[in-house]
């Protein structure tokens, strides 16, 4: 899973060098960029996210699906159900998103959805398993925890291809 480099200080996953970050920074950084160039930051982060993703998996053996669902889960972003999903697309839901439930409790309700990583990382997936090029335009976060946690039980991002 994590490689750890303790001489280099730096850690690994399939290959590919990561950095870890608290949930003030992820969301401060994500704010920032919206805020900064709005719509066009939304599909930055969906892609960047979707890029990274399909290049760490690239570099795994094995179950690519389970392995990307492990590792959203022990990364601290959430648990990713994606039992719906398929090379037709399919709903993934996320009921403890890193980023709504992060969102909400730093900024309060938000009006729209920001799991705008967990979008792009969906499109990883999908692409790595299924020789895909999807991009921002195929998918959307339907339901966000971050509008009204006591109402919204879970994330849910719907894909069409
Ligand atoms: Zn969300």
């Known amino acids: 899973m994590v490689e750890f480099d303790i001489e280099k200080n730096i850690a690994i996953i399939g290959k590919q060098m990561v950095v870890f970050h608290c949930n003030h920074y ?3 950084l ?3 960029i919206i805020d900064a160039i709005g719509e066009k930051g939304i599909t930055i982060q969906i892609n960047a996210a979707m890029r990274s993703t399909q290049q760490m998996l690239s ?5 690519i699906k389970q392995f990307a669902i492990d590792n959203f889960s022990k990364l ?3 648990v990713l159900d994606c039992s719906s999903l398929n090379e037709d697309g399919g709903i ?8 709504a439930i992060a969102w909400f409790e730093k900024f309060g309700p938000c009006k729209e959805a920001v799991c705008h990583f967990n979008a792009g990382y969906i499109l990883g997936i999908i692409n790595s398993l299924y020789g895909k090029n999807l991009n921002h335009t195929n998918i959307k976060e ?7 946690p006591e109402r919204i039980e879970s994330c849910e991002f719907e894909v069409k291809l």
């Open 92 to 99: 993934v839901k996320v009921p403890f998103s890193h980023y």
């Open 59 to 63: 570099n795994i053996d094995g179950d």
């Open 76 to 78: 601290g972003f959430g």
């Open 142 to 148: 339907t339901a966000c925890r971050a509008m009204d």
């Open 30 to 32: 994500q704010r920032t």
């Open 26 to 28: 992820n969301l401060t």
